[in-house]
């Protein structure tokens, strides 16, 4: 982070400074009292379980400052502590957070691009910063730092080394967060990768989830763009109800920029992409139409900046990220491992690469419970199991409680040529894995990551 003093994150925020003095430097900012160390900014969240300002006695022994909601905080830090670091009293400490955020993003005077989405938003907005790091030095999303409380870190750092752009990735969960978002980041381009169901349980239907993520232009004058999924129907609908212009993607000859001729070869995925006259030859070192969407997308905004297309497309076949893994495993088959995060859309994507993948084995799916679907959980796990009917699946192994749906929705078919399996948790899984696969099958891994599906992968080591 840049160096400020406390006089000036105390005008940037409309605090009252507490204890302290005004020259103190802060130089770095942190949300997690594990990590506080000299020179940073200490912001106490208050969640739904915790209430960091607890936190705050202990912090003060090394901070530069701290934010509070409350003056009484005064009375719990050691005395000895309060003239090197800085009490900062504001009236909401997310919200300070948030407006220092905007403070950054203000100073940063170069084009940001925003990535949404309901699915691949992560991959999409990497690959946009390989294509553009062809030609650009990119500024982009730190860690997983997309959400109203991560971002101001984000954007914290924006200024820390010279960048000619920056891509932001940015997640909500429910109403109102992509207005913060946007308030904050203030995108220039925007990309929207799909509207699923992630997060149905709070938006209740995906009309309302299409809504919340187009109001990634909220913040967009008249020369900002969009780049939509053309592929996706609720966007597509949206087509003449955009503030500003909009430009779709897909794998179809009516999208603005559009993929031709996809094939696999040597197991990668190669096509054409096309806008215009333009053609470029592509490959991927990943799997799937919806990584090609992703590559697509990127490419789209590469030329739209007026990129090097042959640079973008060499950076692109680098491109290895960091959700999708296939590797051989040192006991000969190979490992699809996609298991950071899940929804319906994402597992109809991976099966489809699991069944397009080729293979001297069987395909074996093993499928983890998908999260924070709300009352229609039951109903979304049991339409992975027709995904998997449809995708040419060998051997079907679920875990957890709500992906049994899908095991018995498999089970209750006339598809006796699946071999379904269940089991309520991991323990055993590995093993029964160990005990049954061979040499040329391949092995699809898929789950949220709140099912820790890291702990079973971790078993079968990559060959060397």
């Given amino acids: 982070m840049k160096s400020i003093s406390v006089g000036e994150l105390v005008n940037i925020v409309g605090g009252k400074l507490l204890t302290g003095n005004t020259g103190i430097s802060v130089t770095d900012v942190a949300i997690d009292s594990r990590v506080v160390e000299e020179g940073m900014l200490f912001v106490p969240i208050i969640g739904e379980k915790v209430d960091a300002h607890k936190f705050i006695p202990e912090v003060a022994k090394k901070a530069a400052a ?12 050691d005395d000895q502590y309060k003239e090197n670091c800085a009490i900062i009293k504001v009236d909401d400490t997310l919200r300070a957070f948030q ?92 990309v929207v990768t799909n509207i699923g169901v992630s997060h149905i349980e709070y938006f209740k239907t995906r009309d309302n989830i299409c809504i919340e993520k187009l109001k990634i232009a909220g913040r967009m004058d008249d020369t900002g763009v969009l780049f939509l999924n053309g ?4 966007l597509l609908a949206m087509r003449n109800n955009l503030s500003v212009k909009a430009f779709y993607y897909g794998l179809h000859e009516n999208q603005d920029y559009h993929a031709e001729n996809i094939r696999i070869e040597d197991g990668r995925s190669c096509f054409t992409y096309v806008h215009d006259d333009t053609r470029v030859e592509m490959s991927l070192n990943l799997l799937g139409n919806h990584m090609i969407l992703n590559a697509v ?31 051989k495993s040192e006991d ?12 319906p859309d994402s597992m109809r994507a991976e099966l489809a690469v699991l069944a397009e993948t080729p293979t001297t084995g069987r395909r074996i799916a093993v499928l983890g419970d998908m999260l924070e679907l709300g009352p229609d959980s039951p109903k979304f796990h049991a339409e992975v199991g027709r995904a998997v009917l449809s995708n040419d699946v060998d051997i079907l192994i679920t875990v957890g409680n709500e992906m049994k749906n899908a095991h018995e929705l498999v089970k209750s078919s006339d598809a006796d040529d699946i071999e379904a399996v269940h089991f309520d948790e991991n323990a055993g899984v590995a093993d029964y894995i160990k005990n049954i696969a061979k040499e040329g099958d391949t092995i699809l891994f898929k789950a949220s990551n709140g099912m820790r599906f890291k702990e079973i992968i971790t078993e079968f080591k990559p060959a060397i």
């Fill in 99 to 190: 407006v220092m955020g905007i403070y950054f993003r203000k100073h940063y005077d170069k084009k940001v691009v925003g990535v949404t989405g309901s699915v691949g938003k992560t991959t999409t907005r990497e690959m946009i910063t390989s294509a553009l790091g062809s030609s650009f030095a990119v500024y982009s999303t730190k860690k997983n730092y997309n959400s109203e409380i991560g971002t101001p870190i984000t954007l914290a750092g924006m200024l820390d080394e010279p960048s000619d752009v920056a891509v932001l990735e940015l997640g909500i969960s429910d109403f109102g967060e992509m207005d913060v978002l946007t308030e904050m980041t203030m995108p220039n381009i925007g």
């Fill in 332 to 343: 000969g088959f190979t490992i699809i491992d996609d298991a950071y995060n899940a929804s």
């Fill in 297 to 327: 997308a990127a490419m789209a905004v590469c030329e739209y900046m007026g990129l090097d297309l042959d640079k973008a497309a060499e950076a692109l076949s680098q491109f290895k990220g960091q959700r999708q893994n296939v590797y």
């Fill in 66 to 77: 701290v934010f509070t909601d409350r003056e009484s905080v005064l009375d719990e830090v």
């Fill in 231 to 234: 592929e996706d129907k609720f």
